[in-house]
Each structure stands twice: as C-alpha cells, then as structure tokens.
C-alpha cells in the first residue's frame, strides 16, 4: 500500500543521457511553469500560431498542416497512420527496431493490411529493397523509421522517397529522434507525413507530438470514405482549432506544454539550425573518439550511425544493470539498456538537444571509466578522457 | 505569414473563471517547472505510484487500474470507451449536453452499436428512462455524463448504476468537471468506468486525463476477443508501465506534467476533499446571492445545478462578446460562452479548484457590474456585491 506523499515534488537533479527524455533547459522549464491561460484565449492561439510556423522552420516544410499533437510521441505516429489509412488499405512498413514493429501494429489495428520488410536491429534499408516490396505490393503508405531510436540506425530517406512516389505511394517517417539534430527535410525530400516528440533533440520535456503533412497527404484525407476512428487524433477537427477562421474548440490543449515547446524551438531556431546539426554531429564524434580509446564498440555501421543516439556494445564481462545502476545513483547520469533483441546487449548513450555538450561528454567518459574499473574490464585509465580532449581541441 | 518570434513567452496574467482550464497553484506551477527525470528514473516510478494512490482517494475508490492517461480529457473518454467497447456491441448513451454527443461519436466511431438517448441542453436523465432504455436495448456499456461541462447539470448517479446493473450492464461517467469539485464515489455508486482532466477542479494545466476502472471493466478487458483499437490508449499495456513488477516501457509519460499533478492532488487532499466539496458550494451560493441580485437567472434547475460551473441566461439585449470581450481585456477575467444550442445564450462561469474563492466571485460580480452598466440592461448598482457579501458574511 503506497502511502499519501507528504513531501512536495522534488526530483533528483539528473543528467539526461539516455534515448530521451533530454536534458531541458532553464528558459524552457521557465515557460512550463507560466501562468495558464485559457485554450481559446488570444494570446495562446497567437502562440499557437507562432509554434506551427516554427515547427515548419524544423522541419524544413511550407506544409499548412503541420502542429503539435496533444500526446507524446506514439500519439503522433498513431495520428499519422490513423488519419492517412482506412481499413483495408495497403500499408507496407520497414521494420528494423522497435519503432517500426510498433507502427506496423498501429497500423494493423486500425484495419490497414499490413505487409513488413525487415532488417535485423541496426541496418537500414537499401533502395532497391523497398522498392521491389513497394512495385509488389502497391501500398497506399508506406512507413519507415528515420532514426530508430532503439538501435541508433539513421535511415537514408531521399533516394526511397523517389521509390516510394515513383509507384503513387506516399510515404510516412519517423523523426522522434531526428528532428532537431540532424536535417529533416520534408519538401526537399517529398515527404507526406512525419511526426516527432518534444524530449529528444528539441529537449523539451515529453508530451507534444509535432506532425507534419504534405497537401497531397491532406488531400488524402479529405478524400476519405470512412470517419478517422480516433476523434481526439482527427486531424479534420484538429486542424480547424490550430487553425483557420473559427479556431473552433475540439479538446484542451495542453497549454503549458505548449509554452514550453514554444520556447524550446525559438532556442532552436536561435541557434540556428545549421549550428546545432554541427554541434550533435561534433559531441557525438568527440564521445565516440572516448569510447572506442576504451575499447568499446558501436552496434551500428559508421556510416548509418545517429549522432544523437550512440549505442554500443557492452563489453564481455560486464554487467548491463550495475553500470547503468552506479551511473544513476553515484554520478546522476541516465543512459538507456537496449530494446528488444538488443536488451543486455548494448547501452544507449544519447546526446540529445540541451544535452550534446562537450562537457556531457567529459563527465560521461570519467563516470564510465569508474564503474568500468571495478568490473574487472581491461582499459587503459584515463584513455577516454584522453582521447576526447585530443579530438575536441583538434576541431576548436 | 506568422513572423518567427523574437519574445520569450510572457502570458497575461488572467483569472480564468470560464469552464476551464482554472486558476493553477504557484506550487503546481513550480512543480511544472521541476527539473525532467527520466520516465523509468525510480523517483519517478515512485511519483507515479503516489499518482494513483492520491486519484484513488479523488475517485473514491479502491479500484488497482487507476491512473493519469497521458492526454487531455477527451483523450480520458476515448480511453474508457475503446477499452470496453469492441465493434458490434452494444452502448447506451445519454446525451443531454454536448459531452454526451461526443461520448456517442467516439463509441460510434470504434464500431459499437450506439443508441441515445435524449433530454434537452440542461436538463438530466431520470432513472425509469435509463431504466426502460437499459431494459429495452440491453446494451454492455451505459455512458453518462456526470457534470456536463456544456450546460453546468449535475446528473445524479447511485440510483440510475443500480438500474443499469440490474441489467447486467457496465457504467461509464464523465468526471471531468465533477471530479474535485462535488463528490464522485466510484465505489459507492458502483461506477464501471470513469475519467476527468487535470485543469478544471484539480487546478493542474491540462495535460492529462485521470481514469478509474473497476475489477469487472478490467475482466471485461481481459476477455476482449479484438485487440484495442487504438496503441496508445491500450491499457493492457500501459497498465503494465504504471504498475506491476515490470513498469514495462510503453510510451515516455508526459513527466513534468505528472509533478504537476502530483502538487495538485497532494493540496486537494491536504484541504481534505469534505473541506473542498464545501467551499465550491459556499462560493457557488455566494455567487448565485449575487447574480440573482443583478437579475440574471441560471440556465439550469436549482436541483441539478453544478456548483463549480454556473451557465446563467445572458439577459435580452445584452451582447455576449462585447461582455466577454471587456471581461478579458479589462480585467483579465476569463469566463465562457455557451456551446451548441447555447451559444450566445448563456455565460458559464466557473469557480473551479484554486479559482472558486469568495474573492473571485466578488471580483467577477464587480466587473461584470461595470461591462452591464454600458448595454443598457437594468439593474441596481451594486446590489451583486451587497447581496453576495451579505451571504458570505452570514455564513463566515
């Protein structure tokens, strides 16, 4: 029986390193905690209108539909797939993590027929591969994981993307990981539909899902024969509320949250987008420069890895749990166990948003190299550290 | 085209006395702004823990599946209806606000079998015509709603649960204005199923949505022969997240916004619910001394009326967003306006949670005065405040 708490809420000061959520930055937090105000008053819908065209600037769009769904991120792909499919139409989805077994069931669900390609966790799929699925099975949408946040693989979208369409398909993807640390770019790259989460490299804490859809994905909706089974995701009455003359009310939005997504794409775009792309891209190579000084080895090919989203294997010997445990408890740091067939076997090291410092790097490396010393592992003291300052002071 | 901001987000300071969201708490607002743990961190865990124990004590109830759905109230709805309800079964519902109409919408749409029932915006079900309606479609699921949010009725419950069971079937409520506010005793009344949201009684921003399910909704949920629509609302799988020996990753929980409702639960227990109950009442009593001095009259029966939500008939010849208008800009008073076959003749005026204060009401009554004076309606000048103070003062 849990007793009522009497303390007030006061949680532990963490460094957030794991597969998100990031660490959130004081401006951000600072607008979380504003003053509510009404769901209709004129300055949130002035707010709302200001966060739809920042997310545009995110993620590279002049689409019109493009918002923050009232959930987290699985809530953004279930609107995706709920909006686009209705029961009975084709959906083909490359699995090769987590995510993309996830959307294939998403997508069963609501009655689509399904088919998968699949790559074992940490490969991406190649052109062809897709295509050949794609000329076979003439699906309506076909969905894929731009960065699987379960295994650290960065999925190529471009030359897929040309596949996809060439055959009259429309093509879905997942940026929960990406968006906000490496380019995504939807109209360069013709896509029909994204969505994303807020607590990863945009390090703003959960519950926001911004999606993103192309006008030819709109007009699929409008050319729907069946209601979208989910009312609080239908995207036909969502939209009138983001947007449009009446903003007419559908449901509450969670206001607060929104003010802190506001705040942490502002940041974004202050940084400039560019900048921040460069400065994942350099704290991810100055953590590898450590990690591979001890020893350790990345479960993904260099040329597919996702700089925000390091995952490596454990070493032999080592045990999963204690590390992660002695990392939490004696140096605040949070780093994610794997997912599915990678439990046990890797670590998930992210560098996400607020969160991809030299600084995390440094702190990181030093707090590994300690709980490694008493696992009976074989290193060189002080190699990670060494390494990472040799790669950091060669780029600066 | 919405220029990029440049301002950090500062919202007016506003006192939201509309059908919510209500005033928040500086300490919610704090927690809000807590520094973000992980959604697997054990401090975290463990808040969540103390989550549902505090909405059990809310609810009343001892039932184990009680938890904060991570979306708005709308979201709470879908939650409770797409867990019982599998297509082709059979669900009464009882529309009499538009709540109700969107209660029947969404079964509708997860391919239940609805029939309605109807009384006009205001008015509430008698127990022999949900009786005769149970008796006549024999449905599994009766959905009612217990505060309608759209006209400010208060449905009673006990007698009405014992019809339906008597039938054999399940009963689903919509809390989400009552909750906090008026007593809801899931287990007294023998109640199914119910939800609510976070910003109306319990004065957190929304954001979530708390439900309450009883050992037969969970065994019916057990028993379902289709998987549950909807991934993100399954609760055969976030059950698994918020409690079991597991606490299996299902989605990252919006987390901040848990602190803030973990605040706001622990202050409503802290005032203890006895004392809450009564001073929505008193403060309702208060205003109702007042408008009725001014001569407005409420749109609902004394009987049914919900104290935290007061929709009084906007008099002839006084226009309802000049009123609203003033209200907002001039004094930063939100209330709102009707919805459905109630707009533009009525305003509901809520004294929710934090906001129903005896300061509030005299607030609203004195603005409101000064908005009448110009349109021309008749009334004595400053009989609103001379009769609520004299109430207030009779009963302190």
């Known amino acids: 029986m849990v007793e009522r708490p009497n303390s007030p809420v006061c949680p532990p000061r963490r460094v957030l390193m794991g597969p998100g959520p990031s660490d959130v930055s004081p401006s951000v937090l600072a607008a979380l905690g504003a003053p509510t105000v009404g769901h209709l008053d004129p300055y949130f819908l002035n707010l709302m209108d200001e966060v739809q065209q920042m997310l545009r600037e995110l993620f590279q769009t002049e689409n019109s539909l493009t918002l923050a769904v009232s959930g987290t991120g699985s809530a953004g792909m279930e609107t995706c797939i709920v909006n686009l499919v209705e029961p009975g139409d084709r959906v083909l989805i490359g699995v090769n993590g987590v995510f993309g077994g996830r959307m294939a069931d998403v997508a069963t669900r609501y009655g689509a027929e399904v088919r998968t390609i699949?790559?074992?966790?940490?490969?991406?799929?190649?052109?062809?591969?897709?295509?050949?699925?794609?000329?076979?099975?003439?699906?309506?949408?076909?969905?894929?994981?731009?960065?699987?946040?379960?295994?650290?693989?960065?999925?190529?979208?471009?030359?897929?993307?040309?596949?996809?369409?060439?055959?009259?398909?429309?093509?879905?993807?997942?940026?929960?990981?990406?968006?906000?640390?490496?380019?995504?770019?939807?109209?360069?790259?013709?896509?029909?539909?994204?969505?994303?989460?807020?607590?990863?490299?945009?390090?703003?804490?959960?519950?926001?899902?911004?999606?993103?859809?192309?006008?030819?994905?709109?007009?699929?909706?409008?050319?729907?024969?069946?209601?979208?089974?989910?009312?609080?995701?239908?995207?036909?009455?969502?939209?009138?509320?983001?947007?449009?003359?009446?903003?007419?009310y559908h449901h509450t939005a969670p206001i607060n949250m929104n003010y802190a997504l506001h705040t942490a794409l502002r940041e974004a775009l202050d940084e400039s987008l560019e900048a921040r792309f460069e400065r994942h891209h350099q704290n991810h190579l100055g953590l590898r420069a450590g990690l591979e000084a001890l020893g350790l080895k990345y479960a993904v090919d260099e040329s597919i890895r996702l700089p925000m989203l390091n995952a490596v294997l454990i070493?032999?010997?080592?045990?999963?749990?204690?590390?992660?445990?002695?990392?939490?408890?004696?140096?605040?740091?949070?780093?994610?166990?794997?997912?599915?067939?990678?439990?046990?076997?890797?670590?998930?090291?992210?560098?996400?948003?607020?969160?991809?410092?030299?600084?995390?790097?440094?702190?990181?490396?030093?707090?590994?190299?300690?709980?490694?010393?008493?696992?009976?592992?074989?290193?060189?003291?002080?190699?990670?550290?060494?390494?990472?300052?040799?790669?950091?002071?060669?780029?600066?």
């Not at 074989?378 to 550290?385: L, M």
């Open 118 to 248: 699949e790559r074992s966790f940490g490969e991406v799929f190649s052109t062809e591969k897709v295509a050949e699925a794609v000329r076979e099975f003439q699906p309506k949408l076909v969905g894929l994981v731009h960065a699987e946040t379960s295994t650290g693989a960065c999925q190529p979208i471009p030359e897929i993307s040309k596949a996809v369409h060439d055959q009259g398909a429309m093509l879905l993807i997942d940026c929960v990981t990406s968006l906000g640390g490496i380019p995504v770019e939807i109209d360069e790259w013709n896509v029909d539909a994204a969505y994303s989460g807020t607590q990863k490299c945009l390090s703003c804490p959960p519950g926001l899902a911004p999606v993103t859809f192309s006008k030819r994905a709109v007009e699929a909706m409008d050319a729907r024969s069946s209601k979208v089974a989910s009312w609080y995701l239908d995207m036909s009455m969502v939209r009138n509320y983001w947007s449009g003359q009446s903003r007419a």
């Open 315 to 396: 070493p032999e010997g080592v045990d999963d749990k204690t590390v992660r445990g002695r990392l939490l408890n004696e140096f605040g740091i949070e780093i994610g166990g794997g997912l599915g067939p990678m439990a046990g076997k890797t670590w998930r090291i992210g560098l996400m948003g607020a969160a991809s410092t030299t600084s995390n790097v440094l702190l990181f490396l030093a707090a590994l190299e300690n709980c490694l010393q008493s696992s009976g592992y074989q290193f060189t003291a002080g190699a990670g550290i060494a390494a990472a300052n040799n790669y950091f002071s060669n780029v600066n």
